[in-house]
């Protein structure tokens, strides 16, 4: 069994910053793309940020140059810093993983957490 597990959201003022972390845990042979997704009320589910295993990365434009997405050393884990955050960053954050377990890679997805951006 799979699990990506997220942590690090909150409430914060704009401008602020906040640091969210997930770590995959279980049966897991190999690791390729992580990723961070984000739902606003209302809104689709959209890519925020994704790293693969070699380190490249995408940014949807928004975000660009306010957060970065990384890897930790065990590479099971991914970490999204978010500076200069906005109201409009308020929004439900999915971490995502592809992954091999057992025979097949698949997509797994975190519970989420929730970033509020507000004064």
């Known amino acids: 069994q799979v699990q990506l597990v997220e942590s690090g959201g909150g409430l914060v003022q704009p401008g602020g910053s906040l640091r969210l972390s997930c770590v995959a845990s279980?049966?897991?042979?190999?690791?390729?793309?992580m990723g961070w997704y984000r739902q606003a009320p209302g809104k689709q589910r959209e890519l925020v940020a994704e790293?693969?295993?070699?380190?490249?990365?995408n940014y949807v434009d928004s975000v660009k140059g306010r957060f970065t997405i990384s890897r930790g050393n065990a590479q099971n884990t991914v970490y999204l810093q978010m500076n200069s955050l906005k109201p409009e960053d308020t929004a439900v954050y999915y971490c995502?993983?592809?992954?091999?377990?057992?025979?097949?890679?698949?997509?797994?997805w975190g519970q989420g957490t929730q970033v509020t951006v507000s004064s």
């Open positions: 995502t993983a592809n992954l091999l377990s057992r025979d097949y890679y698949d997509d797994y």
């Open positions: 790293i693969t295993s070699i380190g490249s990365t």
């Open positions: 279980g049966i897991i042979f190999r690791i390729n793309t």
